[in-house]
T-cell receptor, first 113, second 110 residues
């Protein structure tokens, strides 16, 4: 499983509250990604990182921010959660520097009430 | 922007039959095309991929074909088994950012 963990695995929160999801990897991979998965939409890229403090937006970045202060951790923050952000969130890494093969973490199921 | 379309959205086959899932893409510069399998409640897992300099790649019962002229690529599963039942996603187009198709739910009936 490429040494990827996500925390928490499940979270229920209320509209308007801040939420931070954590992705942790043990193998020093440079590229890390955050996706959300919703029925009928597949996997959509939120943000990605190509190094410490180096991040860029994906196709659905509005309402989300990210930070990467250490190689091993990539944090996704919902500043003020909305019901439309109820989803399953997957973190992924590329196993070679900029290489295409992406491997996914176990996912976080987030429910915003 | 880049778009990846996947068809069909659902596919039911009898055990032992073949299954084919097709994806089309819009950017002619696309160079990398992976396929992922996701079982219920689990993470997507890479099962096979192909690069733009290759027309076909096989791994046991699964194969991927690429038609660069028509800008489509397909996943072929032969001799399907019940454990092949899952959602399959194609993706493209390049090495640092992937765009995923919307998925195909494959059901293999015994």
């Amino acid at each position: 499983d490429a040494g990827i963990t996500q925390s928490p695995r499940h979270k229920v929160t209320e509209t308007g509250t801040p939420v931070t999801l954590r992705c942790h990897q043990t193998e020093n991979h440079r590229y890390m990604y955050w996706y959300r998965q919703d029925p009928g939409h597949g996997l959509r890229l939120i943000h990605y990182s190509y190094g410490v403090k180096d991040t860029d937006k994906g196709e659905v970045s509005d309402g989300y921010s990210v930070s990467r202060s250490k190689t091993e951790d990539f944090l996704l923050t919902l500043e003020s959660a909305t019901s439309s952000q109820t989803s399953v969130y997957f973190c992924a890494i590329s196993v070679s520097s900029g290489g295409p093969e992406q491997f996914f973490g176990p996912g976080t199921r987030l429910t915003v009430l | 922007g880049e778009n990846v379309e996947q068809h069909p959205s659902t596919l039911s086959v009898q055990e032992g039959d073949s299954a084919v899932i097709k994806c089309t893409y819009s950017d002619s510069a696309s160079n990398y095309f992976p396929w992922y399998k996701q079982e219920l409640g689990k993470r997507p897992q890479l099962i096979i991929d192909i690069r733009s300099n290759v027309g076909e790649k096989k791994d046991q019962r699964i194969a991927v074909t690429l038609n660069k002229t028509a800008k489509h690529f397909s996943l072929h599963i032969t001799e399907t088994q019940p454990e092949d039942s899952a959602v399959y996603f194609c993706a493209g187009p390049n090495t640092d950012k992937l765009i995923f198709g919307t998925g195909t739910r494959l059901q293999v009936f015994p």
